[in-house]
Protein backbone atom coordinates (compact mmCIF):
# COMPACT_ATOMS: atom_id res chain seq x y z
CA UNK A 1 0.00 0.00 0.00
CA UNK A 2 0.84 3.38 -0.10
CA UNK A 3 1.35 5.42 2.77
CA UNK A 4 0.51 8.75 2.82
CA UNK A 5 2.52 10.85 5.55
CA UNK A 6 0.79 14.55 6.36
CA UNK A 7 2.27 17.31 8.63
CA UNK A 8 1.75 18.77 10.66
CA UNK A 9 -0.96 17.07 12.73
CA UNK A 10 -2.75 20.19 14.02
CA UNK A 11 -1.90 23.22 13.51
CA UNK A 12 -3.14 26.91 15.66
CA UNK A 13 -3.11 29.86 12.92
CA UNK A 14 -4.32 33.10 13.34
CA UNK A 15 -7.57 34.33 11.60
CA UNK A 16 -6.35 36.19 7.93
CA UNK A 17 -2.69 33.82 8.02
CA UNK A 18 -1.50 32.00 5.52
CA UNK A 19 -1.45 27.76 6.25
CA UNK A 20 0.58 25.27 4.44
CA UNK A 21 -0.16 21.64 5.08
CA UNK A 22 2.20 19.26 3.59
CA UNK A 23 1.60 15.47 2.23
CA UNK A 24 4.27 12.98 1.27
CA UNK A 25 3.31 9.63 -0.76
CA UNK A 26 5.77 6.44 -0.03
CA UNK A 27 5.76 6.58 -3.71
CA UNK A 28 5.48 8.50 -6.91
CA UNK A 29 1.71 9.14 -7.65
CA UNK A 30 1.97 11.60 -10.15
CA UNK A 31 -0.78 13.98 -9.53
CA UNK A 32 -3.45 11.22 -7.99
CA UNK A 33 -4.41 13.36 -4.95
CA UNK A 34 -7.53 14.79 -3.65
CA UNK A 35 -7.45 17.16 -0.25
CA UNK A 36 -10.80 17.11 1.83
CA UNK A 37 -11.85 19.38 4.50
CA UNK A 38 -13.84 17.95 7.47
CA UNK A 39 -15.93 19.61 10.05
CA UNK A 40 -17.20 17.83 12.73
CA UNK A 41 -19.78 15.58 12.71
CA UNK A 42 -19.61 15.87 9.21
CA UNK A 43 -18.49 13.87 5.73
CA UNK A 44 -15.74 15.44 4.15
CA UNK A 45 -15.88 17.60 1.56
CA UNK A 46 -13.68 17.86 -1.49
CA UNK A 47 -11.65 20.70 -1.59
CA UNK A 48 -8.85 19.82 -4.32
CA UNK A 49 -8.52 16.76 -7.30
CA UNK A 50 -5.65 16.13 -9.39
CA UNK A 51 -3.22 17.55 -6.72
CA UNK A 52 -3.94 21.40 -7.92
CA UNK A 53 -7.65 21.68 -8.92
CA UNK A 54 -10.14 23.50 -7.49
CA UNK A 55 -13.16 21.94 -6.58
CA UNK A 56 -16.37 23.42 -8.08
CA UNK A 57 -17.99 25.84 -5.24
CA UNK A 58 -14.84 26.36 -3.38
CA UNK A 59 -13.64 29.55 -2.43
CA UNK A 60 -10.11 30.77 -3.96
CA UNK A 61 -8.15 31.39 -0.84
CA UNK A 62 -7.39 27.32 -0.97
CA UNK A 63 -4.94 26.06 -3.07
CA UNK A 64 -2.94 23.06 -3.85
CA UNK A 65 0.61 21.82 -5.55
CA UNK A 66 2.59 19.18 -6.35
CA UNK A 67 3.21 16.09 -7.99
CA UNK A 68 5.51 12.78 -7.96
CA UNK A 69 5.84 11.94 -3.92
CA UNK A 70 5.52 15.49 -2.29
CA UNK A 71 2.27 17.77 -1.88
CA UNK A 72 1.08 21.31 -0.83
CA UNK A 73 -1.93 21.98 0.38
CA UNK A 74 -2.60 25.82 1.43
CA UNK A 75 -4.92 28.72 2.22
CA UNK A 76 -4.13 32.17 1.62
CA UNK A 77 -6.00 34.15 4.31
CA UNK A 78 -7.27 31.90 6.88
CA UNK A 79 -11.30 32.29 7.84
CA UNK A 80 -13.05 31.28 11.19
CA UNK A 81 -14.80 28.54 8.82
CA UNK A 82 -11.85 27.16 7.93
CA UNK A 83 -11.51 25.51 11.44
CA UNK A 84 -11.53 21.47 10.60
CA UNK A 85 -9.42 18.82 10.05
CA UNK A 86 -8.09 18.50 6.08
CA UNK A 87 -7.26 15.11 4.50
CA UNK A 88 -5.23 14.21 1.68
CA UNK A 89 -6.07 10.95 -0.49
CA UNK A 90 -3.82 9.37 -2.89
CA UNK A 91 -5.81 7.58 -5.68
CA UNK A 92 -2.96 6.25 -8.11
CA UNK A 93 -2.67 3.18 -6.46
CA UNK A 94 -5.98 0.80 -6.63
CA UNK A 95 -5.61 0.65 -3.01
CA UNK A 96 -6.37 4.40 -1.83
CA UNK A 97 -4.95 5.60 1.29
CA UNK A 98 -5.85 8.54 3.32
CA UNK A 99 -3.78 10.88 4.99
CA UNK A 100 -3.61 11.18 8.59
CA UNK A 101 -5.08 14.41 9.10
CA UNK A 102 -4.43 17.95 9.93
CA UNK A 103 -6.62 19.81 12.58
CA UNK A 104 -6.51 23.25 11.91
CA UNK A 105 -7.70 25.92 14.73
CA UNK A 106 -7.78 29.39 15.22
CA UNK A 107 -4.94 31.09 17.70
CA UNK B 1 -29.33 16.89 -6.57
CA UNK B 2 -26.92 14.04 -6.22
CA UNK B 3 -27.87 12.24 -2.85
CA UNK B 4 -26.18 9.16 -1.26
CA UNK B 5 -27.98 7.63 1.65
CA UNK B 6 -26.66 5.32 4.15
CA UNK B 7 -28.39 2.94 6.45
CA UNK B 8 -28.27 -0.14 8.37
CA UNK B 9 -25.52 0.61 10.64
CA UNK B 10 -26.33 -0.18 14.55
CA UNK B 11 -25.06 -2.41 17.39
CA UNK B 12 -23.59 -5.76 16.48
CA UNK B 13 -21.64 -8.26 18.70
CA UNK B 14 -18.41 -9.50 17.32
CA UNK B 15 -18.06 -12.24 14.87
CA UNK B 16 -21.35 -11.01 13.45
CA UNK B 17 -22.37 -9.84 10.35
CA UNK B 18 -24.27 -6.65 8.92
CA UNK B 19 -25.17 -5.00 5.50
CA UNK B 20 -25.00 -1.55 5.05
CA UNK B 21 -27.15 0.04 2.23
CA UNK B 22 -25.81 3.55 0.11
CA UNK B 23 -29.38 4.74 -2.01
CA UNK B 24 -28.48 6.86 -4.73
CA UNK B 25 -30.14 9.30 -6.54
CA UNK B 26 -29.94 12.60 -8.87
CA UNK B 27 -27.13 10.69 -11.30
CA UNK B 28 -27.09 8.06 -13.38
CA UNK B 29 -25.88 5.58 -10.40
CA UNK B 30 -25.04 2.73 -13.33
CA UNK B 31 -22.07 4.44 -14.80
CA UNK B 32 -20.24 5.30 -11.29
CA UNK B 33 -17.56 3.23 -8.98
CA UNK B 34 -18.58 3.82 -5.45
CA UNK B 35 -16.35 3.88 -2.04
CA UNK B 36 -16.87 3.14 0.78
CA UNK B 37 -14.72 5.30 3.82
CA UNK B 38 -14.99 4.45 7.23
CA UNK B 39 -13.71 6.78 10.48
CA UNK B 40 -13.70 5.33 13.91
CA UNK B 41 -14.95 7.64 16.81
CA UNK B 42 -12.13 10.35 17.34
CA UNK B 43 -9.74 9.18 14.15
CA UNK B 44 -9.02 9.89 10.38
CA UNK B 45 -10.55 8.76 7.48
CA UNK B 46 -10.10 4.90 6.55
CA UNK B 47 -10.43 3.64 2.94
CA UNK B 48 -12.26 0.80 2.62
CA UNK B 49 -12.96 -0.58 -0.88
CA UNK B 50 -14.87 0.38 -3.68
CA UNK B 51 -16.83 -0.79 -6.75
CA UNK B 52 -16.37 0.06 -10.46
CA UNK B 53 -19.49 0.43 -12.56
CA UNK B 54 -20.38 -2.89 -14.62
CA UNK B 55 -18.77 -1.08 -17.75
CA UNK B 56 -15.22 -1.30 -15.72
CA UNK B 57 -16.04 -4.71 -14.78
CA UNK B 58 -18.03 -4.23 -12.00
CA UNK B 59 -15.46 -5.72 -9.79
CA UNK B 60 -14.22 -5.08 -6.28
CA UNK B 61 -10.90 -3.51 -4.62
CA UNK B 62 -10.30 -3.84 -0.89
CA UNK B 63 -8.29 -2.18 1.73
CA UNK B 64 -6.51 -5.16 3.64
CA UNK B 65 -8.14 -4.26 7.02
CA UNK B 66 -11.10 -6.13 5.48
CA UNK B 67 -10.22 -7.77 2.49
CA UNK B 68 -12.03 -11.78 3.01
CA UNK B 69 -14.57 -10.15 5.68
CA UNK B 70 -16.36 -7.10 3.54
CA UNK B 71 -18.26 -7.39 0.24
CA UNK B 72 -19.05 -4.50 -1.89
CA UNK B 73 -21.71 -5.57 -4.50
CA UNK B 74 -23.86 -2.95 -6.38
CA UNK B 75 -27.60 -3.36 -8.03
CA UNK B 76 -28.17 -1.37 -10.54
CA UNK B 77 -31.60 -1.39 -11.13
CA UNK B 78 -32.26 0.21 -7.70
CA UNK B 79 -29.50 2.37 -7.62
CA UNK B 80 -27.78 1.01 -4.27
CA UNK B 81 -24.58 -0.23 -3.21
CA UNK B 82 -24.07 -2.58 -0.19
CA UNK B 83 -21.42 -3.30 2.18
CA UNK B 84 -21.93 -6.73 3.29
CA UNK B 85 -19.32 -6.77 6.70
CA UNK B 86 -18.74 -10.25 7.92
CA UNK B 87 -17.20 -11.20 11.14
CA UNK B 88 -17.06 -8.21 12.29
CA UNK B 89 -14.20 -6.90 15.26
CA UNK B 90 -14.43 -4.38 17.79
CA UNK B 91 -12.32 -2.35 15.43
CA UNK B 92 -14.45 -2.27 13.14
CA UNK B 93 -16.44 -0.01 15.00
CA UNK B 94 -16.68 3.72 13.01
CA UNK B 95 -19.04 5.61 11.03
CA UNK B 96 -19.26 4.00 7.50
CA UNK B 97 -19.66 6.84 4.55
CA UNK B 98 -20.18 6.03 0.73
CA UNK B 99 -19.00 8.36 -1.77
CA UNK B 100 -18.73 8.46 -5.24
CA UNK B 101 -15.34 7.33 -6.21
CA UNK B 102 -14.00 10.22 -7.47
CA UNK B 103 -14.96 11.91 -4.04
CA UNK B 104 -16.79 14.71 -4.56
CA UNK B 105 -20.55 13.31 -3.28
CA UNK B 106 -20.85 11.91 0.06
CA UNK B 107 -23.45 10.91 2.21
CA UNK B 108 -23.76 11.18 5.45
CA UNK B 109 -22.86 8.07 6.87
CA UNK B 110 -24.05 5.43 9.31
CA UNK B 111 -22.78 4.60 12.94
CA UNK B 112 -21.93 0.69 13.33
CA UNK B 113 -20.54 -0.07 16.59
CA UNK B 114 -19.19 -3.36 17.57
CA UNK B 115 -19.51 -4.76 20.80
CA UNK B 116 -20.81 -7.61 23.35
Known amino acids: DIQMTQSPSSLSASVGDRVTITCQASQDISNYLNWYQQKPGKAPKLLIY???NLETGVPSRFSGSGSGTDFTFSISSLQPEDIATYYC?????????FGQGTKLEIK | EVQLVESGGGLVQPGRSLRLSCAASGFTFSDYAISWVRQAPGKGLEWVGFIRSKAYTGTAEYAASVNGRFTISRDDSKSIAYLQMNSLKTEDTAVYYCTLEAGDYWGQGTLVTVSS
Open chain 1, 50 to 52: DAS
Open chain 1, 89 to 97: QQYDDLLRT
